[in-house]
């Protein structure tokens, strides 16, 4: 099975911070690698796919990058409605999850 | 629009069975799979398989082999997770997902559906 580890955890910023947030496998997955937000009580919102695509109606704040084993969640300047939680998935083979980064308010 | 509605909320004993519907609507139901995700109480994600709604075909976690049944109805658009055999750490919210198909994305999700065990 392919292991997703996000780093940090948890990440204290500002409004109007750059946020990156990081997300390795444990074997090459080339580009099949997507970004969701969640916010408390709510389903996961897609935001990145392919690596670095953003998904229609996603503010471009976000953006995406990496391959092979090594990705990035960037947020250019964080917003308030920003404060949730982030977790890559791979979808290269079948689909797993990072155990998530918290962004919380600083 | 694309939108996927779960059944609410179960209460069950540990040993009992549940079963969880999402209902789709906004696009052809069959030109796509639906997987299932839980999320424990504080916890990450976990993907608990998936069903081709054009085939029936599904892959289910391996963690999960025996106790989910994952299938679908065509004629409402509707796929159902049932999951047998309860205990305690299968407290969670059940969420489905369009997609699961080859390098196939999950979006959108339902809503979600919270499954509590409890004796």
């Known amino acids: 099975d392919i292991q997703m580890t996000q780093s940090p955890s948890t990440l204290s910023a500002s409004v109007g911070d750059r946020v990156t947030i990081t997300c390795r496998a444990s074997?090459?997955?080339?580009?099949?690698l997507a970004w969701y937000q969640q916010k408390p009580g709510k389903a996961p919102k897609l935001l990145i796919y392919?690596?670095?695509s953003l998904e229609s109606g996603v503010p471009s704040r976000f953006s995406g990058s990496g391959s092979g084993t090594e990705f990035t969640l960037t947020i250019s300047s964080l917003q308030p409605d920003d404060f949730a939680t982030y977790y890559c998935?791979?979808?290269?083979?079948?689909?797993?999850f990072g155990q998530g980064t918290k962004v919380e308010i600083k | 629009q694309v939108q996927l509605v779960q059944s609410g909320a179960e209460v069950k004993k540990p040993g009992a069975s549940v079963k969880v519907s999402c209902k789709a609507s906004?696009?052809?139901?069959?030109?796509?799979?639906i997987s299932w995700v839980r999320q424990a109480p504080g916890q990450g994600l976990e993907w608990m398989g998936w069903?081709?709604?054009?085939?029936?075909?599904?892959n289910y976690a391996q963690k999960l082999q025996g106790r989910v049944t994952m299938t679908t109805d065509t004629s409402t658009s509707t796929a159902y997770m049932e999951l047998r055999s309860l205990r305690s750490d299968d407290t969670a919210v059940y969420y489905c997902?369009?997609?699961?198909?080859?390098?196939?994305?999950?979006?959108?999700w339902g809503q979600g559906t919270l499954v509590t065990v409890s004796s």
């Open positions: 997902a369009r997609g699961g198909g080859f390098r196939e994305l999950l979006s959108p």
């Open positions: 906004g696009y052809t139901f069959t030109s796509y799979g």
């Open positions: 069903i081709s709604a054009y085939n029936g075909n599904t």
């Open positions: 074997q090459s997955i080339s580009s099949w």
């Open positions: 392919k690596a670095s």
């Open positions: 998935q791979q979808y290269n083979t079948y689909w797993t």
